[in-house]
Structure formats: structure tokens, C-alpha cells
């Protein structure tokens, strides 16, 4: 993830001490170092994302000199993709616009379709026509055709349909409880606790189920460990009150924080 970063391996892979290494990833700075070699001077390039729009200011600056400059490149993350209006853009392209239907998010394809959707509709806002070309490897997923084709239909019958077998809302609440710590000892123990708790409450109710503990995504982020649990429940349910009631029963906690988040969105 953003700012994430590991020593250079230099010659050998530090894991299994292979020489048979070559770069891989499609980061911004690699799109743009790509673009350099293809275009070389012909056409001005400007890469927008967390390094270059750090100093106040910059993110309007970038946009008003790609607004200004004719024939030039705007590099970016989601950042570029909602909000912005260029008349004059014609052609947008999406690299690699299946990255998080792989997600384990229930909302994956949600958040795929949006910004596809939301990305398309930056090119061709003026007079001239636009186009827009999406890398994909999965172009049959509702998703990604649902936007090519301009028809959400398939896409929306698909995920509520896939939504209500696992009941995932909205034919659910799903909440999240998440654990971190400096000590990861500590961190599980305070999660497998805290779903003790919530067995011993729900268990015997029907509609609810209990995901995990597990460890997030991001299992790791500024040297605190990440755990995570999730609570499915009927749409009606008193889950704020109930996720309370559990969390009030543990020990004291030392160094371990938590958080309810009732009706997540974000699971990662």
C-alpha cells in the first residue's frame, strides 16, 4: 500500500536468493518512466499522486498546467478520477482495471464499477469525442462489461443477486471490529477474546455470524499489528448495542486499541 516500502534487493531476491529478478508493477512513477521512453519529448507529462501534491498548493498547480499545456499527459491514482473537467481530454486509459475486483471485500466489484464509471466520464466532456481504453484481464466480469457496453443492469443484477446468497447487505448489516497494538501477542489475544464474547452472545440468534479474528489486509501499518472481526446481522438488529455489551466484558486492555464500526465500509 502508499508509502509502504522494503530496502533494495539489489542483485538477489532477500527471501530465496535468486538472481533471476526484473521489475514488475504498474506504480505511477513506472507508468510515467514507460510514457518518457514512448514519447519522449513530444508530449509534456505530469504525474499526480502522494509524492508529487505533498507541498500545499501543488494538486491545484499540476491542474491548471495540464489544463493550460496542449498535448499533455496527466499520470494519477483514484485521485484524477472524480471531479475533474477537461474539455479538451479525448482519451483516458485504466491500466490494469481488475486490481480490486481481487480484493477480499464483498464490495470489490461496487468499488470497481464506480470508478470505472467515474474515470470514463473524464474524456470526451467538451465537443470533441472521446474514448477510453481499459486494461483488463477479467473483461468478462459484469463490472468491467457493464461499463464498456454503458448498461449497469447486468452489473447490479449480478451483485444483488451474489449479495443475497451470502447475505452481504444490504440484505445484512456487516460490521467490523478491529484490534491494534504494538504487541501482536497481546492483539490476538484481545480479538479471540472479544469473539468469545460474541459467540457466547449470538451463537443461539438467528442471522448473525461471526467472521474471524483474522488478520486485516493490511496486517502491518506503522508497526502495529492488525486484527479484525466481522459480524454479519439482520437488517433490524440492535448491532452497535450488542457489539458494546461484548467489548465492555474484556479485560483491561493494555495498549490494545479497538474499534466498532458498525455498517463498515471499509474492510481492509
Request: proline share 5%.
Amino acid at each position: 500500500w502508499s508509502q509502504h516500502a522494503y530496502p533494495n534487493p539489489s542483485s538477489k531476491c532477500p527471501n530465496c536468493g535468486s538472481r533471476y529478478m526484473g521489475a514488475y508493477g504498474v506504480g505511477t512513477q513506472r507508468v510515467e518512466d514507460e510514457l518518457k521512453l514512448l514519447l519522449g519529448s513530444d508530449a509534456p507529462i505530469i504525474r499526480m499522486d502522494a509524492d508529487t501534491t505533498a507541498k500545499k498548493g501543488e494538486h491545484q498547480r499540476l491542474l491548471e498546467f495540464f489544463d493550460a499545456t496542449p498535448g499533455a499527459v496527466l499520470i494519477g491514482t483514484q485521485m484524477i478520477a472524480k471531479g475533474l473537467d477537461f474539455p479538451d481530454v479525448t482519451l483516458v486509459g485504466v491500466i490494469n482495471a481488475d486490481t480490486m475486483l481481487k480484493l477480499p471485500d464483498f464490495r470489490a466489484a461496487e468499488r470497481t464499477f464506480d470508478l470505472l464509471e467515474q474515470v470514463a466520464g473524464r474524456a470526451g466532456r467538451g465537443e470533441k469525442p472521446g474514448k477510453v481504453i481499459i486494461q483488463s484481464y477479467w473483461s468478462t466480469h459484469p463490472a468491467i462489461a457493464s461499463v464498456v457496453t454503458h448498461d449497469r443492469r447486468p452489473f447490479l443484477d449480478t451483485e444483488l443477486k451474489e449479495r443475497r446468497e451470502g447475505a452481504y447487505p444490504p440484505f445484512s448489516r456487516l460490521s467490523n471490529v478491529l484490534f491494534w497494538g504494538a504487541s501482536e501477542k497481546e492483539v490476538r489475544r484481545v480479538a479471540d477474546q472479544m469473539a468469545e464474547a460474541l459467540h457466547a452472545k449470538l451463537d443461539a440468534q438467528s442471522g448473525w455470524e461471526i467472521l474471524g479474528p483474522a488478520d486485516c489486509v493490511k496486517a502491518k501499518v506503522k508497526d502495529k499489528y492488525r486484527r479484525h472481526i466481522l459480524v454479519k446481522s439482520p437488517v433490524d438488529a440492535q448491532v452497535g448495542e450488542i457489539l458494546s455489551q461484548c467489548a465492555a466484558s474484556l479485560d483491561k486492555r493494555v495498549g490494545i486499541n479497538m474499534t466498532l464500526d458498525v455498517d463498515a465500509y471499509d474492510m481492509m
